[in-house]
């Protein structure tokens, strides 16, 4: 340092706040205090401006404890600018100038931001806030707060093993500041939940969703399947504990690289009122979106709700999962009363292999099985079923509400079987026949 007026005491370099970027860099502490983005804290524009230290050589610390916030911006996240200054008295952060002494510069050009973040927290949590292992809570804080453009990522995760993850229903681009998220876990216990905003330190805290049923959730499992490289392969998607399903939107994706999405087949028959505009398809994701505003569904355990097709366009011994996420549409299943059911899922991978005969056979039994009469008038006491191509082996037949009610074997080999309904009130029943190729749904009319 030159033109110091004291030389006996020690210079050094500190950093000027501003609540803007600065623009005056000396000589002298008029025109240093002309610079308009100077932080004044309220006192007189030809105070000194405040001056944050570290050492003498300009190494500085700074730490965010909520102080900057709650005594510059009513506590909430404030970006401020420092630059560095010369001090030719720095044990006491002062300017023992004179004029032009020459000893007074701000380096503008070195000039830098630092934005003091809240710390992410959450509220309003509740885990009890649908059918099942539903729960929500409400982020706010860190980057999202600051900037409205930003989102939280969350990964939630069950605490006694990692390995087992809850199910964000929410999209990413809602999960803001003030922003409710919506889960769901796949199992009773307590859940780590881990917020990131890409800046901030993050957040880990846990939610107790010990007293959750997760029988309760509506799940979705697609299988482990083989194909050969060229040919097209149907992964059918089955469903459990489908009951009082009002409506429900879910997101299926898989690689483009290995799969090409070559169409859908095997929509469940008993899905009323379905249109092909329910499945909407788009960079390897498929969206499906139904709702029937008057008939909640209930579709029996192991029942296939729908088998979406791939040609295998990938090389052999690659694979691609068929996952469940939750973009680019949120994830819901309501029941008839209005109320989120929680959502669990198993996902399956579909492998390329040469000289494999496909897991799945495109052929439906289905079409093979008929019953008849259907529906069935008040004065008939008898279903009878025919199969075309397998012996039956059992019949069990449930009631709207998914209960079985009755249970026929058939001991000997046979293509045709009757079941007595004749003290069955009326109403819809499913009947789940098990043939020796396969278990066929079918819905039946009692009483009409």
Known sequence: MFSDPQPLTSPGVGYILYKCPPTIFGSDMAAINSDSCIFRFGNPSNSNPFVATGNAEGDI????????????NQGKPIQLWFAPTTLDDFDNVAWEFSGGSGCINVNVGASFSIVFLNEIAANLVNTNAGVGCFGQFRLRGGLPEFDATTNYSVEISLASDPSVKGFVHTQPKQLGHLGMLNFSVPQPGIYNVQVEDGKSCGSIFQVNMSACDAAENVKLTTSDLKVQPGDTICAPVRVQNFKDVLTFLFNLTWDGGVLEYAGFKNVNQNLVGFSPNDIVVQQNTLTFDHFLPTQPFNFLDGEILFSPCFLA???????????????????????????????????????????????FQPKSNAAEISIFPNPLASDETEISIFSKDFDLENVSVFDAAGREIRAVNFSEKTKTGKVDVADLPGGFYFLKIKTRGGVVVRKVAIGF
Do not use: Y
Not at 61 to 72: E, I, V
Not at 325 to 345: D, R, W
């Open 313 to 359: 366009v990938g090389d052999s011994n690659q694979c691609s999962g068929l996952d469940f996420q939750n973009v680019p549409a949120f994830t819901e299943f309501t029941n008839s009363t209005g109320l989120p059911i929680g959502f669990s899922f198993e996902t399956g991978m579909i492998c390329l292999e040469n000289n494999v005969i496909s897991t």
């Open 61 to 72: 610390w700074f730490r965010n404890f909520g102080a900057m916030q709650g005594a510059l």
